[in-house]
């Protein structure tokens, strides 16, 4: 028998496996037969002998390729069959039968390579949850289903990639970013009534961001980024379709880092706080300050820029809180050292939503032990006018808990006499605005007007930005009570305060 006599007959497998894996059953049939010959009546051992093999041992072994050839190549034929069809499932969204994501991807990175221009346009349900908690669950499906339905009129369903369960895409292989927009305009046109499903209206908010290789990006990941982006910027441009703006992308872009690095600000105790002093005209002494907020961060930015961003972002609170602990927390230092100061916080419009900020202030100050006459709140007229709602009784909370309240940046905004009759307010910050005029006769007897105002309703007056002593005087005899400003200090760290307050 071969198998005795020429056991490494058996490694003729391994060809046969290898080709049926290349060339499948073909390649592993003719591999199978040439090996047969070769190792039957070709076998060059017998050949250079002279001697014949036996007809029924080689005739037998080319039967055991050839079986095992077709098995592997059958089997390897399968499996790449199978392998396809995954693949192409893979690229299928399930609910709507287009195509996906990853296929757009594909696409776009083989057009890119093409180097033709083209756009892609992005469409989003804006109202699919409202759909499906007030009309139906299978109504939002179907309204996405509809709306794809109503978007295969327009271009080729080949063109048609679902996204995600209320958003698809819409790529316009040979088309500009004008004409792009006009056929975005069009679609968007078919929502602006009620769309019949099922026979129910229903009202379809649609909104659309749109691409363009090459004046968008030249690589499909940041093509596809750049589609969301653009669906995204419709919300603050206000309009139904916007055209991605790089501008306002890097800008959203920007904020986003400075909010994570608020975060990491807030954990990792980044933030410092200063304090300023103001100085009381009548006892010519230093009483309150004001903490201001300071983050060593690398942008540079400024409080008034990062407050701005956190407040953008909802974690204003969280900062806020961050200045309460702290401020306390000093407060319980100073009077080991027998000092008793009052100290004003910044709050900010957002702090007043509910009273969640107040009562975590009143539970940590009586959790230190110190007064709540020690703290007052410096409220914006913004922040009012923002809070309208509630903030009487967020100022009765105030009151119940012995917090006083300042009305900030006093004149800069909206100037609502309403408030500071209405509400029980302590302080009045004059702005700096108005100080820096004093020498003005209008802005003199403005001030002058605004204090006796004041002075009538109970408040007591603190003028911001006071940097000359003519300000002081003029301010002096006006009968303002307190002043801030660089002229008196610029603010202080807690320890420089400290020096300050015992030397004057
Ligand atoms: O010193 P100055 O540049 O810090 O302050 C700039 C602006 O930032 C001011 O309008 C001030 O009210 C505001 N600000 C400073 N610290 C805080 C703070 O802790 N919270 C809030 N909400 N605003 C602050
Ligand atoms: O908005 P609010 O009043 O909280 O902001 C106080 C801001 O005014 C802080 O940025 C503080 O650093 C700044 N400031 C305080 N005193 C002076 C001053 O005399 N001149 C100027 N230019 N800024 C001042
Ligand atoms: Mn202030």
């Excluded at 287009?98 to 109202?127: E, G, H, P």
């Excluded at 100022?395 to 012995?402: A, H, I, P, T, V």
């Amino acid at each position: 028998m071969g198998g005795t006599e020429y056991p490494f007959t058996h490694l003729m497998y391994i060809p046969i496996i290898i080709s049926a894996y290349m060339f499948m059953i073909k390649g592993a049939l003719g591999t199978a037969i040439l090996g047969g010959f070769i190792l039957g009546p070709f076998m060059p051992e017998n050949v250079s002998n002279h001697i014949q093999q036996d007809l029924s041992n080689w005739l037998f072994r080319l039967c055991i390729y050839i079986v095992i050839s077709v098995v592997i190549g059958y089997l390897f034929e399968r499996l790449k069959l199978e392998h396809k069809v995954q693949i192409e499932k893979s690229y299928i969204y399930e609910l709507t039968g287009c195509q996906n994501a990853r296929k757009l991807k594909l696409d776009l990175s083989q057009m890119i390579n093409q180097q033709k221009s083209f756009s892609v346009m992005i469409f989003k349900i804006k109202n699919m949850d409202q759909i499906n908690r007030y009309v139906d669950y299978s109504i939002g499906e179907k309204s996405l289903l509809k709306a794809i339905e109503l978007m295969a009129c327009f271009v080729n369903r080949e063109k048609i990639y679902s996204i995600y369960i209320d958003e698809f895409a819409v790529a316009l292989w040979d088309s500009g970013i004008e004409v792009a927009k006009e056929n975005a305009d069009a679609f968007l046109d078919c929502f602006k009534e009620p769309i019949l499903i099922e026979g129910i209206p229903v009202t379809i908010t649609m909104k659309c961001g749109i691409t363009s290789y090459p004046l968008h990006s030249n690589n499909s990941e940041d093509l596809f980024k750049n589609l969301g982006r653009a669906l995204d910027q419709t919300e603050f441009r206000n309009t139904n379709a916007a055209i991605y703006n790089h501008v306002i992308a890097n800008d959203f872009k920007a904020k986003f880092e400075i909010v994570s690095s608020l975060y990491e600000a807030i954990k990792l105790n980044q933030f410092s706080i200063v304090y300023q002093p103001i100085f009381n005209l009548k006892s010519g002494n230093i009483d309150q300050v004001e903490a201001l907020l300071r983050w060593k961060n690398s942008q540079n930015l400024r409080p008034d820029e990062f407050i701005k961003v956190a407040e953008d972002a909802g974690i204003i609170s969280e900062i806020t809180k961050w200045v309460i602990i702290h401020v306390v927390d000093q407060l319980v230092e100073w009077e080991k050292d027998k000092l008793k100061i009052k100290v004003a916080i910044n709050v900010s419009s957002k702090d007043l939503n509910n009273d969640a900020v107040i009562q975590f202030a009143a539970n940590y100050m009586q959790k230190c032990k110190i007064d709540p006459v020690q703290i007052e709140l410096e409220l914006t007229e913004r922040a009012m006018i923002e809070n309208e709602n509630q903030i009487e009784f967020i100022m009765s909370r105030l009151k119940q808990l012995g917090i006083k309240i300042s009305l900030d940046d006093f004149g800069t905004g909206y100037n609502s006499l309403v408030q500071l009759i209405k509400l029980p307010i302590d302080y009045m910050k004059i702005d700096k605005f108005f100080v820096d005029h004093i020498q003005t006769d209008q802005h003199h007897s403005l001030i002058k007007e605004l204090i006796i105002l004041a002075h009538n309703l109970g408040i007591e007056v603190i003028a911001e930005g006071v940097e000359t002593e003519t300000q002081l005087e003029q301010l002096r005899k006006l009968s303002c009570d307190y002043i801030q400003g660089y002229y008196i200090s610029k603010p202080l760290g807690a320890e420089e305060l400290t020096e300050y307050i015992k030397n004057n």
